[in-house]
């Protein structure tokens, strides 16, 4: 319910007697050395704690540090919270804290219409207009009279907070948005105690610095103390959401796939070897895995994509549960390997954090243009199943589908996440990872032929090869990627053999169908006049905007796919019980051309491919349309 | 490789029942039975033996050794194997490829498959030409090379395998020849190298590249073509009657006539093969007015890569549970009550 909050332009910044709002959307704004990330990463755990439902949205330049003050320099971070359930990260903010002229401007549309905008005027000098672009201070000349406007010079009065310190001009400048973290906190009336113990433990060797930031902090939520008396800055109290009891933590889909990933190898009683190559945005998986060894992990950072997935295939082929991970140039990269581990039917994980393409594209920024390259990028005749999460939480389950799949399959798993999913963040009830439904491995020991002769190749009743690793006596065989003899896995070109191999690889993997759940309908009826259907993160808004469609009597349900290959073997059938189907997508209309594909159906795309995410808005306008 | 009990095996053990396809004449013959003969003699146990290769006619070599075997794809073969032996060290690898799979398109693997020291044995199986795919020139084919891609003759200049590994940061650099009867003790020498160990062997295209190598393999050119380094030994060549010494003003390598057998007297110098000064000027050594260095060039053991990966892992993992319940429940939490 990310913007039920406000009924009217003014529900936030109005009077005293505004309502109580279910769910505030507030984008934290700045130059990308202004550490915005770091303050929204720390406001968010702040509204977790505080019991409010939420979902965030990173958004930040491919640059490191891109030149000061520049319109491409600045750096993002929203977070949608409340008392209800969040599932996006809010169409348009509530507020906008714009810590310098660019932050403004690259933001400022962005925010809802009598939206209140805090600035920080001792960033609004001339060489910051100019950089910016803007020809006179647009916080003067009336341009934002749409918004409510608090501006004040959140530099000096930082300085003035950390004066005691000693520092010099540059840190203490750093401590801004501690000051201003200081502010929201108080906006929405919360502890600011976790956070002083995060600040005590992050500056341990610099206890000045600590005490600095800490200073900036409470000055920060000070000055809201003193400043609600007049003006449009007051409190806010965002009730905690009905949430089932646990215990609960945030996430974000790095993490959770990560989790996943070693959950996945407890559960197949696998050691696991994760070989990867640094690409934006799916390096920080590599990251969380380098320091989670004790769980019987192996990471290696290869000399490029290509001998990240080999090493994994290598590491499969000797018995661990080889795992890749990349983003769509480095899947490109790996396409000739993956077509190895389907041809010698070894288990392997791919993860692919899509991000904005083709070529380089845009590598801080989501999209979901990848499922083609998932499900048909490939050389030969080479199936593979493909999953998708669609959320940070999600993510967790799919990352351990996705391990399943491959070792009972004996099969290469592409996962598929975003940008979006890996950066964002949400509150997660902990999985407790006994729940789940142990898959060990057997290798085999013995030959496996009906005359006591090694057959590789022989098939159980689900399709697969039996995994043999290297050092089990007498069951020295040779695989590799020439087409082999069914049963013997000896070299055979012939043409029954390519026939029956190729027959054998598809009906494997167009098996799983038969291991995964039947299609639910995420929200509304079985039949009826539409259907939007989905994969992804695109989740959030697609259901948000069927909640309200429905809630204002239209005939529209939600279908949410997470297997993406193969299908779920309902699907054909559900999807020809309605009169019109949408797949949102962001993308040109990949998952659209499956579903035509698959089961002739007239699925009409609804496309965005700007690197943002879809609006709950933009969905609920086509709903709306297509019922017209 | 491994300090697994010697198998006692015969070279028939290592034979098996396909079809040897090569061109008639072949010098991938000689170096499979090479290859077969001296498994037995290393004690090397088939089960847990596994030829990786790439793809080229030498990386077929897997289908015929009775042991594991992984024909991978073009190129790949070191990170394939390097996953193999982070899975399991105690396997036994042998990497096998050519001069196409493992200095062209695989040229950044073989790098660093031996930059990390993996343990591992790399032959690389040099002719001079592409043969599985009829003939084109290669990286390490001469200038002026006449081939189907270059029918005026190649124009770029090749690149030297032993010189490439030893500049990646190789610390076991070989030579030998296909027909060599010395081939099996440089395979020896290989195995006994704990860590990344490069053999450069070059093999005799008959179709494609013939006799590219006869000016040194010929038993009529051996003399004066061939010279065998022994570690402790003086680099004497020619029955004797020559040896490398060091030429002080240029720093480089020279050829000096030994008189009467006094090797000292002419400044011949005794191979060691832990000199990485030396090694880098003995595989730089043209052919012609030198000859062909042969034998171990170089061997200077380090520790290897998947020791020092495992002594990493053991010690992030010792006293550490992995209780993955503790882990998602860690950091920040709430809990909500009923």
């Known amino acids: 319910m990310a913007t039920a909050l406000v009924d009217g332009p003014d529900a936030l910044t109005g009077g005293k007697d505004s309502p109580t709002p279910e769910a505030v959307v507030v984008r934290f704004a700045g130059d990308s050395g202004d550490g915005m990330q770091l303050t929204g990463g720390q406001f968010t755990l702040s509204t977790a704690l505080a019991g409010n439902d939420l979902s965030t949205f990173p958004d930040f330049p491919a640059e490191i540090r891109a030149p000061q003050g520049t319109l491409f320099g600045v750096s993002a971070f929203q977070i949608n919270f409340g008392s209800t359930e969040i599932e996006t990260a809010g169409d348009q903010p509530d507020v906008l804290v714009a810590m310098n002229p660019a932050a403004l401007k690259t933001n400022v549309t962005a925010l809802k219409t009598g939206g209140l905008i805090i600035a920080d005027t001792g960033e609004f000098n001339k060489r910051n207009l100019e950089k910016a672009k803007y020809e006179v201070n647009p916080l003067e000349d009336g341009s934002l009279e749409k918004w409510q406007l608090l501006a004040f010079d959140i530099s000096a009065l930082t300085l003035e907070a950390v004066k005691p310190f000693g520092l010099g001009n540059k840190e203490a400048l750093r401590c801004k948005n501690m000051w201003t973290l200081g502010l929201a906190l108080w906006m929405f009336d919360r502890d600011r105690q976790p956070l002083i113990d995060w600040l005590n433990g992050k500056f341990k060797k610099a206890p000045l610095l600590a005490e600095a930031n800490i200073a900036a902090l409470n000055a920060g939520h000070a000055y809201g103390e003193t400043a609600e008396l007049s003006g449009p800055l007051k409190q806010y109290h965002i009730a905690p959401v009905e949430s089932a009891p646990g215990l609960y933590r945030t996430v974000t889909g790095a993490e959770s796939i990560s989790y996943g990933l070693v959950a996945g190898a407890q559960l197949a009683s696998l050691p696991m070897f994760f070989g990867g190559y640094p690409i934006t945005p799916a390096s920080s998986i590599l990251h969380n895995l380098a320091k989670l060894k004790e769980f019987g992990v192996t990471t290696f950072q290869a000399e490029d994509e290509i001998a990240a997935i080999a090493s994994a295939i290598g590491a499969s082929y000797a018995g661990h549960l080889g795992v890749t991970s990349s983003s769509g140039p480095g899947i490109a990269l790996k396409g000739e390997a993956m077509g190895l581990a389907v041809m010698t039917e070894l288990p392997l994980v791919i993860v692919n954090s899509q991000r904005g393409g083709p070529s380089t594209g845009l590598p801080t920024k989501t999209e979901q243009s990848d499922l083609y390259q998932a499900v048909y990028g490939r050389n030969g005749d080479a199936p593979i199943p493909v999953i998708a999460a669609r959320s940070p939480s999600d993510a967790f389950d799919c990352a351990i589908e996705a391990c399943r799949i491959a070792v009972q399959y004996m099969t290469p798993v592409i996962l598929l996440t975003d940008g979006y999913i890996a950066n964002a963040a949400e509150p997660w009830k902990v999985p407790d990872p006994a729940s789940y439904t142990p898959f060990p491995v057997t290798f085999l020991e013995e030959r496996n032929g009906p005359n006591g002769e090694l057959l590789p190749f022989a098939r159980d009743e689900k399709g697969a090869r039996p995994w043999i690793k290297p050092g089990t006596p007498g069951l020295m065989h040779r695989i590799g990627g020439i087409e082999k003899n069914p049963g013997t896995g000896n070299i055979d070109y012939s043409p029954a053999s390519h026939q029956s191999m190729t027959d054998a690889r598809k009906a494997k993997v167009d098996g799983i169908a038969r291991s995964i759940p039947a299609q639910e309908v995420t929200l509304g009826e079985n039949t009826g006049k539409l259907a939007l259907v989905g994969w992804g993160s695109t989740f959030g808004p697609i259901h948000q905007a069927v909640r309200r469609a429905r809630k204002n009597g239209l005939d529209v349900s939600h279908i949410h796919i997470r297997h993406i290959w193969p299908l779920p073997e309902n699907l054909g059938d559900l999807l020809r019980g309605y009169d019109k189907i949408i797949v949102p997508e962001m993308n040109t209309g990949q998952l659209k051309t499956v579903l035509r594909d698959q089961y002739l159906v007239d699925a009409k795309p609804l496309n965005k491919t700007s690197g943002q995410p879809f609006t709950i808005a933009e969905i609920e306008a086509a709903i709306e349309a297509a019922l017209a | ?338």
């Open chain 2, 1 to 338: 490789m491994n300090d697994l009990t010697p198998i006692k095996t015969t070279i028939k053990d290592w034979e098996t029942d396909q079809e040897v396809r090569w061109c008639p004449g072949c010098g991938d013959y000689a170096i499979l039975k090479a290859v077969q003969r001296t498994l037995p003699d290393l004690g090397a146990d088939p089960a847990n033996t596994v030829f990786v290769s790439g793809i080229g006619c030498s990386s077929r070599f897997p289908y015929y050794v009775e042991s594991y075997g992984f024909h991978t794809i073009h190129g790949r073969a070191p990170a394939f194997a390097t996953g193999i032996k982070l899975a399991n060290p105690d396997l036994d690898v042998w990497l096998v490829t050519g001069d196409g799979d493992g200095m062209s398109i695989g040229g950044n693997h073989t790098m660093h498959v031996i930059r990390r020291n993996v343990n591992l044995q790399i032959l690389l199986f040099n002719n001079e030409i592409y043969g599985l795919t009829k003939g084109q020139y290669s990286p390490t084919s001469r200038l002026g090379t006449n081939s189907p891609t270059s029918p005026l003759g190649s124009v770029d200049r090749p690149a030297s395998p032993c010189a490439f590994a030893l500049g990646a940061g190789g610390r076991f650099i070989a030579r030998a020849y296909d027909v060599s009867k010395e081939l099996p003790n440089v395979l020896k020498a290989a195995h006994a190298h704990q860590g990344a160990a490069f053999v450069e062997i070059f093999q005799n295209c008959i179709v494609y590249n013939k006799d590219v190598f006869a000016d040194f393999t010929e038993k009529a050119n051996a003399n004066t073509g061939q010279l065998w380094l022994q570690n402790g030994a003086p680099m004497l060549f020619n029955k004797g009657t020559q040896g490398i010494a060091l030429d002080v003003a240029a720093l480089n390598l020279k050829v000096v006539d030994v008189v009467d057998g006094d090797w000292q007297a002419a400044g011949v110098i005794v191979h060691d093969v832990t000199n990485r000064a030396v090694a880098h000027m003995l595989v730089e050594m043209p052919f012609g007015p030198f000859p062909m260095a042969l034998g171990v060039i170089y061997d200077d053991p380090r520790p290897t890569y998947e020791s020092a990966v495992l002594d990493q892992d053991a010690k992030a993992r010792a006293g550490r549970s992995n209780d993955l319940a503790g882990l998602l429940a860690k950091g920040q939490t709430w809990t909500v009550t009923a």
